[in-house]
């Protein structure tokens, strides 16, 4: 047990890669097979990360644990902590425990969804298992060299899978292919990598000690205007992925192009990579450039959150409502993690594991309804409830959480972010409930407009969604009421890892 | 002093086969003239083993000075053989299918193996103008050799005009330079530079002249003009050599030469370089931005990543405020520069091999060609596809790793700008291989019929894709190797200034 605890954050990187190579050598006619591959991978992965959650769970000591590490390249030189270089450190704490379970979740749920993809399936379960590998070590990693090779592993298989297995969106008067969106996407994250990188290689030559690893780098200190100027490349780098407002537009594209288990990962989990990185390696190394920048951000996060929700409100495509209301939810996450306070904190990151799920469960309901009616336009759309009960059920709950009705995640979340903003900038607060409030006229619109109301016409022969489809939406379902009857186990392992960033910030400011 | 004259034999070998190739040559049968690939590479592969073995850990000089064997020369040694392997088991079907003296082929390509062998080792600067001038006009022939193909010819014409210009260039720099100096070994330049306070403008001329001779060897923005035509029109498998071999072999004596002839130095040449790095950096991706031919975007995209060699060049050494020179993280600047040459020149070489796989059998190199390319040969789409990730610089490639190396240098010498210029401009660089990735996988092909590649070309793509792997997950093996290599160009800035007096009196 021993062993396995020392490794098993190396496993949920690796065994995505080993699958991924194994995927390669199958014929790639075997359909039944190679998804079975990429299944029971995903499943392994999902144990895995349940594992490790339950692990920080009961261990009940906070901190870093079931840290490991492995000296990969020395950086031959004159450094204080000798030639330590770059190692492949690993270790969770409180905000990244919750997330690896997110991923572990929206993987195996992603794959079930991707059973139905015939067309070169191989390729599409290759990439998905590389992209995936990418997320789990962006969470586990301490090294910012493997942060940030993680990082550009999971940006990587992007443009393939959108540009090969995604949609265009083609309505009357709005036309956006599949290989802008892939290449939109593409250009804007690695534009936002360039500034981390930047900020990266900064950290490292100015903290001079010879090591990539945060916790090294962490010991030494940074001159506040330093701090100020780098903070500034990490939170526009990782903020660009986090959909940070005005950075925020390749989101919508992408999310909408893609296929839909890519959506359900890069909406889920990718872009809760974004603020992550912010936590992580903003917080954790620049507190002084952070308290500077935070007004700024939970600024930003405002807009994220007003200006997504009423852009959602004017689709007409359903799939960009989803996308758009990504963008505005993670601007609860911004709006959370800028206030510096415990409440807004444990918020943030509970919204992220919450709209993760959420938004995931949302991707997955669009993708059945497309893959039947072949359509996203939402006038067309109207009444499906009454041929696909189960599905329009889903829809709902979906709906409900995004709304923050009690009872579902989203409300504990939400609820947690705004008494954060209530004890540091409560007009802002104001501001944001006003955007939950939008947030309730678009999907209560998209229920009322495309599952209920009078059936058209067209749709009256559609069947619900398969055994399959319903099965993996079900697990999703029940974590979003799982965490929202149930937070207190979630909220205690945030509570750590909250904590022990706020450490870092006493005495600023 | 006795020269040992052991220490050569490689080169004697080197020089044995290319004449053995060119008589074989005269003997062997018109339908089996690719046996002579096979005996060209067979030798290769002889050779480096025994270079391997002869030479490993071997310190010493031939002719006072003028031939250098270290860990250095034998690294770029080896680098060289197999490279010339692969290039040659790469060309055999292009040269069947498209040329017409294969004798001549491959003998040239073993006699260039040679000329750039002799580019690594050479001490002095004369002896690495006759390297590099046996490695040039080797090349010119190669450029040429699709004789009735005015592409070629018009590549070959605008090379040998260009090559003789920069020739002059760098042989009137290094005549300025022995002129003012009296010598052209590189441990007495440094010797008598770092005695010397003050640089005196004809040195400097001399200087900025061999800067420039070799800024055109390594087609460095603004000495880059040749490289595209020239890449364009010369038969593919060359190509790729022009990309990776002239390139490596310019880089392994550039670095030499910066290093331990003119350290001393570096205040005034850091500069230069640094500008040309930029330069080549932005110019050479922004160009390639619009290009329609995949041999001229590729041309574009190794100019890029000239400018980032160059930016590892420029962090050789830090000079701090006071004007004090430090070596202290050197080692890293040329860890990286050569673990850059290796990483690119594998993923290269991968490149090249599919481009040529693919003009085979379809006979065209437009971008737009490459539609639905992935449907049509998988295996080979997958190995461009990898390549050109790994050029972008994405992981788990060894572009990916070997960029971070570099960059990682460069701001540890101070240079955090520039390896934030590199950064963006591999921002840029992104698009262009998207482009090219999106043909290959995304469009549809205009026509399905599957592409046949020979089992020999699946083999050295297999390979070279593990490598690109390998090198992107576990660098650490070969950077410890280059480590070695390091360490003997960078010990003679350390060495007592007395014992190199002394030999600098004999040698008077």
């Not at chain 2, 050197?330 to 990483?343: E, T």
Request: with cysteine; hydrophobic share 55%; proline share 3%.
């Amino acid at each position: 047990m021993e062993t396995f605890d020392n490794n098993v954050l190396l496993l949920l990187v690796i065994l995505p890669l080993i699958g991924a190579g194994i995927l390669l050598a199958i014929p790639g006619d075997r359909h039944r097979l190679v998804r079975g591959i990429a299944t029971s991978f995903a499943f392994i992965n999902m144990i895995l990360s349940v594992y490790v959650f339950a692990y920080y769970y009961f261990n009940d000591e906070g901190g870093m644990q079931l840290t490991s590490s492995l000296s990969w390249l020395s950086l031959p030189g004159p450094w204080p902590l000798g030639d330590q270089g770059i190692s492949l450190a690993l270790g969770i704490d409180g905000i990244s425990a919750p997330m690896i379970l997110l991923t572990g979740i929206v993987m195996f749920t992603g794959v079930l969804i991707s059973w139905n993809i015939y067309d070169r399936n191989k390729d599409f379960f290759i990439l998905y298992l590389l992209l995936l590998s990418g997320v789990f070590g962006v969470f586990v990693s301490l090294d910012l060299f493997f942060l940030f090779f993680f990082y550009e592993l999971s940006v990587l298989p992007m443009y393939l899978l959108i540009g090969m297995w995604g949609s265009s969106s083609d309505f009357r008067t709005f036309i956006r292919t599949k290989e802008y969106s892939a290449m939109k996407l593409m250009l804007f994250l690695i534009a936002g990598s360039v500034l981390i990188w930047i900020a990266i290689l900064a950290l490292f030559i100015e903290a001079g000690v010879g090591s990539f690893n945060i916790i090294d780098i962490q010991g030494s200190s940074f001159s506040p205007s330093f701090q100020k100027v780098v903070f500034a490349f990490l939170a526009v780098g990782f903020g660009v992925l986090a959909g940070l407002w005005p950075f925020h537009t390749w989101s919508p594209d992408g999310h909408v192009s893609a296929p839909t288990s890519v959506s359900m990962v890069h909406a889920g989990v990718l872009m809760k990579l974004g603020a992550f990185g912010i936590i992580r390696v903003g917080m954790f190394l620049l507190p002084e450039g952070a308290d500077f920048w935070m007004p700024t951000l939970v600024i930003l996060g405002t807009i994220n959150v007003i200006y997504g929700a009423i852009s959602a409100l004017g689709q007409s495509d359903l799939k960009y409502v989803i996308g758009y209301s990504s963008v505005s939810h993670m601007g609860y996450v911004i709006m959370g993690i800028a206030t510096l306070h415990s409440l807004g904190l444990s918020g943030a990151v509970l919204q992220m594991f919450s709209h993760g799920i959420m938004t995931a469960l949302f991707f997955a309901v669009v993708g059945i309804i497309y893959d039947r009616t072949h359509t996203r336009d939402i006038s067309v759309l109207g009444g499906l409830a009454k041929r696909m009960g189960v599905t329009a059920a889903l829809f709902t709950i979906a709906g409900l959480t995004s709304i923050g009705l009690p009872g579902f995640s989203g409300f504990v979340a939400e609820l947690l972010v705004f008494l954060g903003l209530f004890e540091t900038y409560p007009l802002l607060g104001v501001l944001g409930i006003i955007g939950a409030a939008i947030t309730a006229i678009y999907i209560l619109r998209l229920l009322g407009k495309v599952f209920f109301g009078p059936l058209d016409k067209q749709w009256e022969t559609q069947t619900d969604g398969s055994r399959v489809e319903i099965f993996s939406s079900a697990i999703l379902v029940g974590f979003v009421i799982l965490v929202g009857l149930l937070p207190f186990p979630f909220l205690k392992i945030i509570d750590h890892g909250v904590k022990d960033t706020l450490a870092i910030f006493i005495g600023i400011g | 002093m006795v020269n040992n004259f052991a220490l050569i034999t490689p080169e004697f070998l080197i020089t044995g086969l290319a004449f053995l190739i060119l008589s074989v040559d005269f003997f062997i049968r018109s339908d089996r003239q690719h046996f002579m690939a096979y005996i060209a590479c067979a030798g290769l592969i002889g050779i480096l083993i025994f270079s391997l073995v002869s030479l490993w850990n071997v310190e010493d000089k031939l002719y006072n000075g003028l031939l250098v064997i270290d860990s250095y020369s034998l690294v770029f040694k080896s680098f060289f053989l197999i490279l010339g392997g692969f290039i040659i088991l790469s060309s055999i079907e292009y040269v069947k299918r498209h040329l017409e003296h294969p004798g001549e082929y491959y003998g040239i390509i073993v006699f260039t193996i040679l000329a750039m062998m002799l580019m690594a080792m050479s001490g002095e600067l004369l002896t690495a103008y006759i390297a590099l001038e046996l490695l040039s006009f080797g090349l010119y022939v190669l450029v040429n050799l699709d004789r009735y193909n005015a592409k070629s010819n018009e590549a070959g014409t605008k090379y040998i005009l260009l090559g003789a210009l920069s020739s002059a260039l760098l042989l009137y720099g290094i005549s300025q330079i022995f002129g003012l100096l009296g010598t052209t070994r590189f441990d007495e330049i440094h010797y008598i530079l770092s005695a010397t306070n003050e640089l005196s403008p004809g040195v400097l001329v001399g200087l900025i002249l061999i800067i420039s001779g070799l800024g055109f060897k390594v087609a460095a923005v603004p000495f880059h003009m040749w490289a595209p035509d020239t890449y364009e029109g010369a038969p593919t498998p060359i190509t790729a050599y022009l990309a990776i071999g002239s390139k490596a072999a310019a880089f392994a004596l550039i670095l030499r030469f910066f290093t331990e002839a003119l350290m001393p130095a570096v205040d005034d040449w850091q500069p230069i370089i640094i500008i040309i790095a930029t330069l080549t950096m932005v110019v050479g991706n922004l160009i390639a931005l619009v290009q329609k031919n995949i041999k001229r975007l590729l041309a574009y995209s190794s100019i890029g990543h000239v400018g980032y060699l160059m930016l590892g060049l420029a962090s050789m050494a830090s000079i701090n405020s006071e004007g004090v020179i430090s070596l202290a993280k050197s080692h890293l600047a040329s860890n990286a520069i050569m673990f850059h040459l290796m990483a690119y020149g594998i993923t290269n070489l991968a490149a090249f091999l599919s481009v040529t796989t693919i003009y085979n059998s379809t006979g065209k190199e437009n971008i737009s060609s490459f539609a639905g390319m992935a449907k049509r040969a998988p295996f080979l789409s997958m190995v461009f596809a990898v390549s050109l990730f790994s050029l972008a610089g994405l992981p788990i490639f060894a572009g990916f790793t070997s960029k971070f190396y570099l960059f990682t240098a460069a701001s540890a010498q101070g240079l955090l700008w520039l390896a934030g210029v590199a950064i963006f401009a591999s921002l840029l660089s992104m698009y262009y291989y998207l482009i090219v990735i999106r043909q290959l996988y995304i469009e549809a092909p205009s026509d399905e019929t599957p592409i046949q590649v020979p089992k020999l070309t699946v083999a050295l793509l297999s390979t070279l894709l593990l490598g690109i792997v390998w090198l992107g997950i576990y660098p650490a093996p070969l950077i410890n190797l280059l480590q070695h290599a390091s360490d003997t160009i960078l010990t003679l800035n350390s060495v007592s200034q007395l014992t190199l007096s002394l030999d600098y009196a004999t040698f008077r």
